[in-house]
């Protein structure tokens, strides 16, 4: 499944700590090569702003992933707690003068709490039943938001402050991926991956299935939440239709695309699926429809999304290396791309 | 007093249109339990259908219908031969998301210059539009129309399901497919007539709301799809008499909340009434409780 930490306890903590710093270089590196190239104006203005806003889906995609990745829980409403975000935060910047770091915090947690008391009576439904709640949950928050003339009703809210500069966006999503990362080997990681495979045996075993529910909804919900703080001093401009249920798709089709229970799966179907369309733009009217093909062509060919369960790893780029490197040395595990 | 009739006689026409919807959702889930969101696109079709079918082969009313159903059921079948049966054993978020890829694909499609375009195209008039007056309340030949279609429809889907012998090889189908195609049904072909008869029901709810409400667009389907979904599992997701019952509640629903309480707020009504029903009685209004198996 995810990567498997094959040292023994006693020698594990400073390896642990290497490891930490080896995935510390390599995020910083990732960091450092796309702020050269903008300075070195290979990524322009234009493409900058398309990097951001994959990196604010992708942050919420992440989110999405533990709750439909990992705890196998379809959740069709999404988009709804990226808008409760980006209105709370906005709110608080807008009216209250608040620091971005506040207003960011504040969305999270109203994020959170709505849904935790949403979750609190659905997430006992199973399956499609589910879905189809979550997604009626979705609905009525953007029509009680288009209600509220406070936040502009159905106008929505115009010149936000752009606060959400690259660097932020490019932290806030590497934090969210070492959070989930860091908690699905725990514990309570892997008793809601028990969830998701079998919720009776799960149960049967002595997990609580809808406590853990719950925390993987609220927590995945928090980062939606985040993602939307981001999005709306990215934008500048939020209105309720922005977060309707076809959002909510699209981040789904994020999740699967690139593996559910895989979180460089969510960074690749991401910055795929949000590039894709930008790039296909010379097409013209053609564009969505190349689109769509490639979607369901991609979905019917490989199912399990393009990386499954599989991760992406520092680790596991290094061991490619050594292979591409060492060919014909008899290299028995290392050639896996993290398994 | 006529007022409250009125609207009731509104919100029955509405929900036939839901309820034609509905049942195709309904068929599909019941018999590969698989939520088709491509389904609101072929209703889309459909008066898509309707429209070329009256302004460019010149065709009656009962000829437009025809069209419709036949040219959505062949949609239909080719969509499921083609997108959802290589995946009919994977995961079902992964089928899931291959509906709303064909979704995405017939909207894109209608928009391109070659087909429709993306303007709003108006409803041609198949006929003159006659009014009756019963007291207060106005009911167009439009409304009896389309409610009398989707009454004989129900009927005789009804009939089909209940007394053929492919209905009832469908009812074995979506009982258990395994043990269905070890009883000798050709259970692919079974799924192809499932999906054929419920986009023909949407092809016809299509041409009827380009009667009721003249205008084409492409989008068209994606908010009476997500009604006539919730309409569906409103009635019990897999249960056909219940997504008609779904669905004629659901315009009654709409219709009364926008005249009495408000009219921003109707879409949420609509989707509170689902949840409180889904939380009350989690298999719907006519669902079956299905136990769990370990």
Known sequence: MTTVDKTSPKTSISKIYMKYIINLIGVAAVYGIVIFLVQRGIIDSYNLRILKSAGIFMIAAFGLNLILGFTGQLTMGHAAFMSIGAYFSAVMTQNFNAPFAISLLVGIIAAGIIAGLIGYPILRLRGDYLAICTLGFGEIIKVVIQNIDYVGGARGMTSIPVKSSFMIIFFCAAACFALLRNLINTTKGRAIKAIREDEIAAEAMGINPTRYKMTAFILGSAMAGLAGGLYAHFNTFIDPVTFNYSKSFDMITYVVLGGMGSLSGTVVGTLLLVILPESLRALAEYRMLIYAVLLVGLMIFRPSGILGTKEITVKGIINLFKKLGGKGKTTANNGKVGE | ?294
């Open chain 2, 1 to 294: 007093m006529e007022t409250l009739l009125q609207q009731i006689i509104n919100g029955i026409c509405q929900g036939s249109v839901y309820a034609l919807i509905a049942i195709g959702y309904t068929m599909v889930y019941g018999i590969i339990k698989l939520i088709n969101f491509a389904h609101c696109d072929i209703y889309m079709i459909g008066a898509y259908a309707g429209y070329f079918a009256v302004c460019t082969l010149r065709f009656g009313f009962t000829g437009t219908l025809l069209f419709a159903m036949a040219a959505c059921a062949v949609l239909g079948v080719t969509i499921e031969r083609i997108a959802y049966k290589p995946l009919r054993n994977s995961p079902k978020v992964t089928l899931f998301i291959t509906t709303m890829g064909v979704e995405l694909l017939l909207q894109n499609l209608i928009k391109t210059d070659f087909l429709a375009g993306p303007n709003t195209l108006a409803f041609p008039e198949i006929f003159a539009l006659e009014t009756y007056k019963f007291g207060d309340v106005i009911i167009s030949n439009y409304q009896i129309i389309s409610v009398l279609t989707t009454i004989v429809l129900s009927i005789l889907l009804q009939l089909l399901v209940k007394k053929t012998k492919v209905g009832r090889a469908m009812r074995a189908t979506s009982f258990d497919r395994d043990a269905a195609a070890l009883m000798g049904i050709n259970t692919n072909k079974v799924i192809s007539i499932t999906f054929a008869i419920g986009s023909a029901l949407a092809g016809t709810a299509g041409v009827i709301v380009g009667l009721l409400y003249p205008k084409l667009t492409p989008a068209m389907g994606v908010m009476p799809g997500l009604k006539s979904f919730v309409a569906a599992v409103l009635g019990g997701i897999g249960v056909i008499p219940g997504a008609m019952v779904g669905g004629v509640l659901m315009g009654l629903i709409e219709t009364l909340s926008k005249v009495y309480i408000s009219s921003g707020f109707s879409d949420a009504i609509s989707f509170s009434v689902l949840i409180i029903i889904l939380l009350v009685k989690p298999t719907g209004l006519f669902g079956k409780n299905t136990r769990e198996k370990v």
